[in-house]
């Protein structure tokens, strides 16, 4: 009998570079722009009712140099202006479209964001406590740190997030967010046991600036799957509903069927900026009706918390967001950012594949959310 020809799955399997086929330079183009088919498992969600948006008005209004340069740079994939629901601005590269759903990376953190406030709200978390309070097994890297520190990126341990670096730990983490296989026959590791693992000595961070560890928004994944009277599933579809996304929201699965609130969401560009719009409406829902925490939302605007490094230091890190007090948004790995002008209810979604070694530039993100601040303003003119 002829035997059964087996072999890794070749998307999934990582190479001598520590990264994944559909991540490695060669292949991250495709890989962005088809991961929520490539990943190890995913879930996704459509919104029961959908935003309908308006015609491109005369882009000749918003003319943004800035902007110009990065539609022309070979990263791009597509950019979407909306203000209220008019599309201001839409901009796509020959191989891509604005309605094709792409990774937005990091920029899924937002939905913790939404999540903990509203946990908050009820009660059912509070920010001095610490994540020993709600994970009590939980290793030395979390188990005395405040949420209120997850939430700002102001705790320090021993998680490695270096995108330079092909042994940082963020590579590994990547397992358990179902990005990648693990090596030969070995198990997949939980995002219980991955942030569980974790370890740290004081945890008081003292750089000065925010210290960006992806593992914080795993452990509050884990705190809002313990304490929240809804599964994570029920929060995302009402998120969805809340937006009213014309297509899907694919995230990636962990191997315990967490979705990867840390980076595993995908959005097509005008659903990003749909989602944009939630804050822009200060968390009302496409009905007027009251969705996200307003205080905790605006409580994030106003208050104290760490700023980003250099170039991007004009942003701190508060809540799980990035801000200014006028404008809010984050970053993803690889190239992509929202950004949302809070004064004038403008929403731009920004995505493209950096195909350098460690898929991010910091000055090429500076330049990115510059830009779209540019266009913000340009907006509001």
């Not at 399997?13 to 990943?39: C, E, I, M, T």
Request: charged share 20%; with cysteine; net charge negative.
């Amino acid at each position: 009998m002829k035997r059964v020809g087996i072999i890794p799955n070749p998307d999934l399997s990582v190479g001598a570079d520590n990264k994944q086929r559909w991540n490695q330079p060669k292949y991250r183009r495709h890989g962005f722009h088809n991961v929520h088919k490539l990943f190890r498992r995913t879930m996704m969600v459509r919104s029961r009712n959908v935003l309908t948006l308006d015609s491109v008005i005369d882009q000749n209004r918003l003319h943004v140099p800035s902007l110009d340069e990065l539609v022309k740079n070979p990263a791009f994939s597509a950019f979407v202006c909306l203000q209220g629901t008019s599309v201001l601005i839409e901009e796509c590269a020959p191989d891509f479209d604005v309605n094709r759903p792409h990774s937005i990376q990091s920029i899924t953190k937002l939905h913790i964001h939404l999540i903990i406030g509203r946990l908050v709200g009820q009660g059912l978390v509070k920010l001095e406590n610490t994540v020993d309070r709600y994970l009590p097994d939980i290793g030395s890297g979390y188990a005395k740190a405040r949420i209120q520190d997850l939430l700002d990126m102001n705790v320090e341990n021993d998680f490695s997030e270096d995108y330079q670096d092909p042994l940082s730990d963020c590579y590994n983490e990547e397992i358990a967010l179902g990005w990648r296989l693990s090596e030969g026959d070995t198990p997949e590791i939980s995002l219980r046991s991955f942030t569980h693992g974790i370890t740290g000595g004081e945890l008081a961070n003292r750089t000065g600036y925010a210290d960006y560890k992806s593992a914080n928004t795993d452990v509050l994944t884990l705190l809002a799957a313990t304490v929240s009277p809804t599964s994570l599933a029920v929060q995302i579809e009402a998120i969805a509903d809340a937006v009213g996304y014309e297509g899907g929201f694919h995230i990636s699965l962990s191997p315990e069927h967490l979705p990867a609130f840390s980076g595993g969401g995908c959005l097509s560009a005008r659903d990003l900026a749909r989602f944009g719009l939630l804050f822009a409406r200060n968390g009302q829902s496409i009905h007027g009706i009251p969705f996200a925490n307003p205080d905790f939302l605006n409580s994030t605007l106003s208050r104290s918390a760490p700023s980003l490094t250099p170039p991007k230091d004009w942003l701190k890190y508060s809540n799980h967001v990035m801000t200014d007090g006028r404008f809010l948004g984050h970053a993803g790995y690889g190239g992509q950012f929202l950004l949302v002008d809070m004064k004038h209810g403008t929403s731009c979604a920004y995505l493209s594949v950096l195909e350098n070694e460690a898929g991010y530039d910091d000055n090429y993100m500076a330049s990115v959310v510059s830009a779209l601040r540019e266009v913000c303003i340009a907006a509001s003119a």
